[in-house]
C-alpha cells in the first residue's frame, strides 16, 4: 500500500502550458504539503494545507495554485508554465500540523519545461 | 533568510569507513530533522531532535543537537554501501509550521 502517491510521475510538457499533478494519501492525515526540489537538490516548502485549509503560502508565483478538495487530497495547477519551473515536485503529509510530527513524503513528479 | 549549510557536499568513501556530515545555521531551532533520499524517491525521515545537546542513536547513525540548538552532526559508524545517498537536515523555528532544508551531502559508499 503506497501512504503517498503522485501523478504523474514525469511530466514534459511545452513553455506556456497548464498542468496539473495530483496527490493522494492513505495514511489518515490531516496536513499536507508541496515542496519542490531544484537540480542542485535543494527542496523548499512551497504550500501547507491542514485539513484543507491553506497554511503556508510561501511567495510562490500565483501561477501555481493548490486545491485541496477533501483531507486526502493536494492537488498542484500550474499555469503558464516557464522554463524555471523545471524541477521534482513532492507531496508530503504529516498527522498534524506540528513540525514533531514525521513528514511522509511521495516519490515525486519530475517536471520538465522545454 | 534562514540558511542551512551541509558540509561536506559530497563524500565518497570506502565500505567499512566512518564519517560525519555537519548541518550549521545561525538561527536556532526548535526542532531539526535528518532525511536520506534515495534516486527517485522522496526523502525518508531518520530522526527528529528538539532539545540542545540531545543525542539519538539509529543502528550505526548517531545524530546530535548542538547546545545552541543552531547546528546538528550525522555520524555513520562502519558505512555500508546502503548507506548511499542524499542526506538533507532540516530545522524548524519556534512558532513556525514549516521545515527549512539544508544544502545537502551526498554520500557514495564504494564497496
Known amino acids: 500500500d503506497t501512504a503517498v502517491s503522485q501523478t504523474p510521475k514525469y511530466l514534459v510538457t511545452q513553455m506556456g502550458n497548464d498542468k496539473s499533478i495530483k496527490c493522494e494519501q492513505n495514511?489518515?492525515?490531516?496536513?499536507m504539503y508541496w515542496y519542490k526540489q531544484d537540480s542542485k537538490k535543494f527542496l523548499k516548502i512551497m504550500f501547507s494545507?491542514?485539513?484543507?485549509?491553506?497554511?503556508i503560502n510561501e511567495t510562490v508565483p500565483n501561477r501555481f495554485s493548490p486545491k485541496s478538495p477533501d483531507k486526502a487530497h493536494l492537488n498542484l495547477h500550474i499555469n503558464s508554465l516557464e522554463l524555471g519551473d523545471s524541477a521534482v515536485y513532492f507531496c508530503a503529509s504529516s498527522s498534524r500540523l506540528a513540525v514533531t510530527d514525521t513528514q511522509y513524503f511521495g516519490p515525486g513528479t519530475r517536471l520538465t519545461v522545454l | 533568510t534562514q540558511l542551512l549549510e551541509q558540509s561536506p557536499q559530497f563524500l565518497s568513501i570506502q565500505e567499512g569507513e566512518n564519517l560525519t556530515v555537519y548541518c550549521n545555521s545561525s538561527s536556532v531551532f526548535s526542532s531539526l530533522q535528518w532525511y536520506r533520499q534515495e534516486p527517485g524517491e522522496g526523502p525518508v525521515l531518520l530522526v527528529t531532535v528538539v532539545t540542545g545537546g540531545e543525542v539519538k542513536k539509529l543502528k550505526r547513525l548517531t545524530f546530535q543537537f548542538g547546545d545552541a540548538r543552531k547546528d546538528s552532526s550525522l555520524h555513520i559508524t562502519a558505512a555500508q554501501p546502503g548507506d548511499t545517498g542524499l542526506y538533507l537536515c532540516?530545522?524548524?523555528?519556534?512558532?513556525?509550521?514549516?521545515?527549512?532544508f539544508g544544502t545537502g551531502t551526498r554520500l557514495k559508499v564504494l564497496a
Open positions: 494545507y491542514n485539513n484543507k485549509e491553506l497554511i
Open positions: 532540516a530545522g524548524a523555528t519556534s512558532g513556525t509550521y514549516k521545515y527549512i
Open positions: 495514511l489518515g492525515h490531516d496536513t
